[in-house]
């Protein structure tokens, strides 16, 4: 089989996808391509009618995530959750979508220890990312989920009613309610990522424990909180590890293909030291 694959979005070109699905491929000996394609707003349906006849799967990245939903014929129950598609597989005519990016954070947080099954997880923001780790999290039997948000509304729909879910103004978050009480934290929000100009006013908020933190930032590979958790000897890792393993799940649901993700993104991450070369 030699595949024929794509990564849309606007912008595109920034896109580490067909690097990553590339090493998913040369790993697994399997040929095929895959193109990253500029797709703009008023242009998606017109893919969707290109896809359907001509490839055998593409991911989806900002702003098509929910857009896409129209257009397919069948719709994994945690995607339609999430109310974002990133991963759609086609056959026969038929287009399938997945959200693979839950399971991306969960093989993350796996590699460094920690489990969302029995933990309390702080997560800091609430949009497209923020929206799959909270559902991810809940379905994997967190014991609570307690977000951190501008805009409580957001972080209330996140939950999705779940009695375990708690919303939380951004300004409350402090060593009391956040280092002190999770298991687990996790920034998902833009803060800290190369070219926002924005960071976390000081990281106090990470005191009086020792919760695994997952930056899902990448870009720096080491960012302020990610310094900060360092001197607090505090395990932490950046969002490497989710992207890539995203990646991973998309390409066995393209390809049906079955193979130890694990082997696969450990290969990626000896392949790429010091990842730098990436970022
Ligand atoms: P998004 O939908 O725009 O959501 C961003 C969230 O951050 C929103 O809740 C937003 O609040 C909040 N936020 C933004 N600026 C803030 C500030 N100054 N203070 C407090 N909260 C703030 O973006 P996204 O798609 O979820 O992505 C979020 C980050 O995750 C990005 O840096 C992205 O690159 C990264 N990401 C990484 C991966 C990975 O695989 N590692 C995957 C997806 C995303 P409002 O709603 O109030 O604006």
């Known amino acids: 089989m030699n595949w ?23 790993i697994l000996g399997v040929s095929g391509e895959y193109k990253a394609v500029h797709v703009k707003a008023e242009e998606l349906a017109g893919f969707m009618e290109y896809a359907r006849e001509n490839l055998h799967g593409f991911n989806v990245t900002i702003p098509h995530k929910g857009a896409v939903i129209p257009f397919l014929d069948e719709i994994d129950p945690y995607a339609q959750s999430c109310g974002a598609v990133n991963t759609v597989r086609i056959r026969d005519g038929k287009m399938t979508g997945f959200n693979t990016d839950g399971d991306g954070i969960r093989a993350a947080l796996q590699q460094m220890g920690a489990d969302f099954a029995g933990s309390r997880v702080a997560l800091l923001g609430a ?7 909270c559902r991810k999290a809940l379905n994997c039997g967190a014991e609570s989920v307690r977000i951190f948000c501008r805009n409580l509304e957001k ?6 009613g779940d009695s375990r879910g708690e ?5 409350e978050l402090s060593a009391e309610n956040c280092g002190g009480w999770a298991d687990i934290v996790i920034n998902a929000t833009p803060l800290g990522m190369e070219g926002i100009g924005q960071d976390f006013a000081d990281f106090s908020f990470l005191d009086n424990g020792k919760p695994f933190v997952c930056d899902i930032v990448y870009k720096p590979a080491e960012t302020n909180l990610l310094k ?9 890792k950046n969002g490497l590890d989710m992207l890539v393993y995203q990646a991973v799940y998309a390409f066995m649901h393209f390809t049906g293909l079955s193979f130890d993700p694990d082997t696969v993104a450990r290969r ?8 730098h070369s990436w970022l």
């Open 155 to 160: 972080g209330v729909l996140l939950t999705g």
């Open 167 to 171: 919303v939380l103004p951004f300004s």
């Open 127 to 133: 949009g497209g990312a923020a929206r799959s780790i």
């Open 228 to 236: 900060a958790c360092r001197e607090r000897g505090i395990t932490c």
């Open 268 to 275: 990626i991450a000896a392949d790429n030291p010091t990842q």
């Open 4 to 26: 024929k694959l794509a990564v849309i979005g606007d912008p595109i070109a920034h896109s580490l996808s067909p690097v990553i699905q590339g090493q998913i491929m040369e």
